[in-house]
T-cell receptor
Framework: GDSVTQMEGPVTLSEEAFLTINCTYT??????LFWYVQYPGEGLQLLLK?????DKGSNKGFEATYRKETTSFHLEKGSVQVSDSAVYFC????????????FGKGTKLTVNP | KAGVTQTPRYLIKTRGQQVTLSCSPI?????VSWYQQTPGQGLQFLFE???????NKGNFPGRFSGRQFSNSRSEMNVSTLELGDSALYLC??????????????FGPGTRLLVL
């Protein structure tokens, strides 16, 4: 079945450091890929998405590129802030007719001032 | 436009009881999906409703059920609660103008504690 593997962390960085969170996937068909973020005590917020190969999703300084050849969708940010501290989830949605999002286990990011 | 709303936000129940959770999707969204989030199992898909019909179901026992109303609002029910049902239950809605594969937007969740 479909699956998502992401680095589990936790990841601790200093403010203004570069962030990479790795995400790879296994899927039949041609999925859409997403990054969601969860702040303490809250639900999931969509951070960015990409629906086809070589698409780059971007939002709030975060970027991820859909790499079909390496089945990856790594999340990057050039300069993190304390307010970026949260749990980040990589997910796929197979476009074969199911609305089932498949999530990675999440990566907890802590940014220190 | 208001986001996805879920009620109640917190619930405490005892083993053997049943519980009903409610979800109101974003206005105009026709699909509602439910997920369970636990520290051990992460985020797992429960089921998805579209036009009052369950289209997809995850790998959960029959104690977990749901329904969708004509206004797209959805409820999920868990009967005969077990300790392991303690979790954050998240609802998500999507527009589904193309039938499948569109972005899901999540509500804040209902945190259920079973004692």
């Amino acid at each position: 079945g479909d699956s998502v593997t992401q680095m589990e962390g936790p990841v601790t960085l200093s403010e203004e450091a570069f962030l990479t969170i790795n995400c790879t996937y296994t899927a039949t068909g041609y999925p859409s890929l997403f990054w969601y973020v969860q702040y303490p005590g809250e639900g999931l917020q969509l951070l960015l998405k990409a629906t086809k190969a070589d698409d780059k999703g971007s939002n709030k300084g975060f970027e991820a590129t859909y790499r079909k050849e390496t089945t990856s969708f790594h999340l990057e940010k050039g300069s993190v802030q304390v307010s970026d501290s949260a749990v980040y989830f990589c997910a796929l949605l197979n476009q074969g007719g199911s609305e089932k999002l498949v999530f990675g286990k999440g990566t907890k990011l802590t940014v220190n001032p | 436009k208001a986001g996805v709303t879920q009620t109640p936000r917190y619930l405490i129940k005892t083993r053997g009881q049943q519980v009903t959770l409610s979800c109101s999707p974003i206005s105009g969204h026709r699909s509602v999906s439910w997920y369970q989030q636990t520290p051990g199992q992460g985020l797992q898909f429960l089921f998805e409703y579209f036009s009052e019909t369950q289209r997809n179901k995850g790998n959960f026992p029959g104690r977990f059920s749901g329904r969708q109303f004509s206004n797209s609002r959805s409820e999920m029910n868990v009967s005969t609660l077990e300790l392991g049902d303690s979790a954050l239950y998240l609802c998500a809605s999507s527009l589904l103008t193309q039938g499948a594969g569109e972005t899901q937007y999540f509500g804040p969740g209902t945190r259920l504690l079973v004692l």
